[in-house]
């Protein structure tokens, strides 16, 4: 019988996003939905099988002979018998790591309680909103998100849920409340659930080492079999003991609990005490023990409960935590042996491992990783620290009307803002319409397929071509000398809010219409602009940014100051060094201005521009006077003359222009301040 496989779900969530960014929420919606249950579905397929065959192809045999290598293969036929069942014949597709990252980060549902949010399913999108923040509470957006969804009517705040919880955390922690206000009998309870998950989760966590290996294996050298299968072997121990880590850690923390599985031990044995089930108190205590068998104080209330309750015959530490620990350390001697030899790095997960089972060497090398681990953290928390003291630093804002609405924190990066207001919609309108001639007339004006995607039109006008064009009567006036402001406004916001050191000069100016070509969008997966950094020469492989020509090496900052948002897709985003990990967006409309230093520490594009047009000005700031704009002084000049000889400026642009447009055309005098004209805009308004 025909049967549907699963599908893959790195392929699910990039159609998901796919969609979500050409607007399409339902799609989008269905697409990220089924992405979330492939990706469960696949981890209780490989759990289950993995269960299912440690029953009917154990391995417990020693390497002697061949029987090792027979047991090896009667289970690795059995898993693939297994995952062939429920998942259909094994294909080549691999999902990357970084999808992996992404999906443990629960990406997949910011992208769905926006999609959510479109549709208008409230309770749905507060779910996975909920959802995404709980592992992600410093995301700047998804706090945005949170507010705004706080403040609407009808929104069921008291059903929200984390929709990926795993059940242990909330028994933990009602267990340790418990504890804390002394109602033992709900603690134990508590407490107990919570130890039978962890133990449930730990064994899921194992059990997908056995899958498909994550880090790809060096073969740069010529390995010997026994090497490859040793250091194969490694990497699996390694991935088993990082479970530890991983189930003590709670979502959205950096750090695990500490001895989180034997402090619930800890816990039990006094609560124990407390309700005088002195039985469990000292099973409990020998339990704790296993861990720590010198810890003194424990040693002492064993002593006391013994004293208290009588000599509990028969009564031992818990059989699976002697396990457990047994386990723990047969995989950590093989690790230990094999750092001593082969090049292997490890971080012990527990802080209980006996001294006497480390050799010297191997202590060595244990601390030296751990000291390179707290200097990575250090550096990390450098660069964090800076880019607060970068905001601090943060210069006003030259003159009344725009607002910060994200600075270089919220955009995950630095030397990064976001502005609004910069422009009034009158003020869009009126630039807009410099963009607006037809097709071919004045030679100075360019309509081409993009140089950068065929499925677009780009367009740009300089501002010394859009001049020479007022000056042929083909555009209206206004417009122009607001492009031109606009411009300089931009330059003086830039200039004070970054703190530059010494002025900054405009160093080019282009008004770029990028258009969506109808009928050539279907299936495309191109951005409008690829990933690129102003100022040098990307090299996302290498992780660095060459500055150096080709690229234009004067530009110190860029902005880029969007005119409209009648149009699908088209988002600003920037990128780490990999020109793939997305760390801001930035959604286009009239008058928000995204400024940057144009440096490799803000590489950028722009997202498929899939129906409608997309028109913004997009400028570079020096400071060098050598690269300042020549073109604009000449502008400049050009255009007073023109504005002396026709002082009805209006009249000009009527011919080029729909009728209905005329509206917004402002027939007020040119000769003001930018401080002065946002005020008359605003009472305008
Ligand atoms: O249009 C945009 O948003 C950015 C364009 C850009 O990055 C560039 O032209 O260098
Ligand atoms: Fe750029």
Not at 1 to 9: I, K, N, T
Not at 241 to 253: F, L, M, N
Not at 359 to 381: G, M, N, P, T
Not at 489 to 494: E, G, L, T, W, Y
Request: aromatic share 8%; net charge negative; glycine share 6%.
């Amino acid at each position: 019988a025909m049967q549907s496989w699963l599908q893959p779900f790195d392929l699910l969530y990039t159609a998901g996003v796919q969609a979500f960014f050409q607007g399409d929420w339902s799609q989008s919606r269905d697409y990220l939905q089924r992405a979330l249950l492939s990706y469960t579905l696949l981890r209780q397929v490989k759990v289950s099988c993995q269960a299912q065959c440690q029953r009917e192809a154990p391995l417990h045999v020693w390497l002697k002979d061949l029987s090792f290598m027979d047991a090896v293969l009667q289970r690795s036929e059995c898993l693939e018998h297994c995952e062939r069942l429920q998942l259909g014949p094994p294909t080549r597709h691999k999902v990357s790591s970084a999808v992996h990252k992404e999906f443990k980060r629960r990406e997949p549902y910011n992208f769905l309680q926006a999609a959510y949010f479109k549709l208008g399913q409230m309770d749905a999108a507060l779910a996975a909103a909920h959802t995404f923040f709980v592992a992600n509470p410093q995301h700047a957006q998804i706090r945005e998100d949170l507010g705004k969804y706080r403040n609407l009517q009808g929104v069921h705040w008291d059903s929200v849920r984390d929709l990926e919880a795993l059940p242990y955390w909330k028994a933990y922690e009602e267990g340790m409340h418990h504890y804390n206000v002394q109602n033992y009998t709900q603690s134990i309870l508590r407490l107990e659930t919570s130890l039978k998950e962890v133990f449930m989760s730990l064994d899921e966590c194992r059990a997908l080492c056995e899958g498909t290996q994550e880090e790809e294996t060096h073969t740069e050298t010529q390995q010997k079999v026994y090497e490859i299968i040793a250091g194969w072997y490694v990497q699996l121990l390694k991935c088993k003991q990082a479970c530890v880590k991983e189930i003590a850690t709670k979502p959205g923390q950096k750090y695990p609990i500490h001895d989180f599985i034997p402090s619930h031990f800890h816990l039990l044995h006094s609560a124990y005490a407390a309700v005088n089930d002195g039985a469990a108190a000292v099973e409990n205590i020998l339990t704790y023990l296993l861990f720590y068998p010198r810890d003194d104080s424990a040693q002492e209330k064993l002593q006391q409960y013994r004293e208290r309750f009588g000599e509990k015959e028969g009564v031992r530490a818990r059989e699976n935590v002697r396990a457990y620990i047994q386990q723990s350390l047969g995989e950590k001697r093989l690790i230990f042996y094999a750092m001593e030899s082969l090049d292997v790095s490890f971080e012990d997960p527990d802080a209980w491992t006996p001294e006497e089972n480390i050799s010297e060497a191997v202590k060595d090398k244990l601390r030296a990783e751990k000291q390179k681990r707290r200097e990575e953290e250090q550096e990390e928390e450098r660069v964090e620290e800076e880019r607060a003291a970068e905001e601090e630093q943060r210069g006003p804002l030259p003159f009344e009307g725009p607002r910060v609405t994200l600075d270089s924190r919220q955009l995950n990066g630095s030397h990064r803002v976001v502005l609004d207001g910069v422009l009034t919609w009158p003020e869009c309108q009126e630039i807009l319409r410099l963009a607006r001639t037809p097709a071919g007339s004045g030679d100075g004006h360019q309509e081409r397929r993009s140089p950068h995607t065929p499925h677009e039109h780009y367009k740009s006008l300089s501002v010394l071509k859009a001049v020479k064009l007022a000056g042929e009567g083909a555009v209206a006036t206004p417009g122009i000398r607001l492009f031109l402001d606009a411009g300089e406004r931009s330059r003086r916001i830039v200039e004070s809010y970054f703190r530059t050191e010494t002025s900054l000069f405009v160093s080019y100016t282009q008004l770029v219409c990028r258009t969506a070509l109808e009928g050539k969008q279907d299936g495309r997966v191109d951005l409008s602009h690829p990933v690129h950094a102003d100022n040098c020469v990307l090299d996302p492989e290498g992780r660095e940014c060459w500055k150096e020509p080709p690229a234009y090496i004067h530009r110190d900052y860029s902005a880029v100051l969007f005119l409209n948002d009648d149009f699908e897709g088209g988002d600003l985003f920037f990128t780490d060094l990999d020109a793939i990990t997305t760390t801001a967006e930035v959604r286009p409309t009239c008058g928000r201005l995204a400024a940057f230093s144009s440096g490799g520490e803000n590489p950028h594009g722009v997202r498929a521009v899939t129906s409608g047009r997309r028109c913004v000005i997009a400028l570079w700031f020096t400071h060098s006077s050598e690269h300042a704009e020549k073109e604009r002084k000449e502008a400049e000049q050009l255009l007073t003359q023109t504005e002396i000889s026709s002082p009805q400026e209006g009249s000009t642009s009527q011919r080029s222009s729909a009728p209905h447009e005329t509206k917004n055309a402002q027939g007020r005098k040119q000769r003001v301040s930018p401080t002065e004209r946002v005020r008359l805009t605003r009472e305008e308004l």
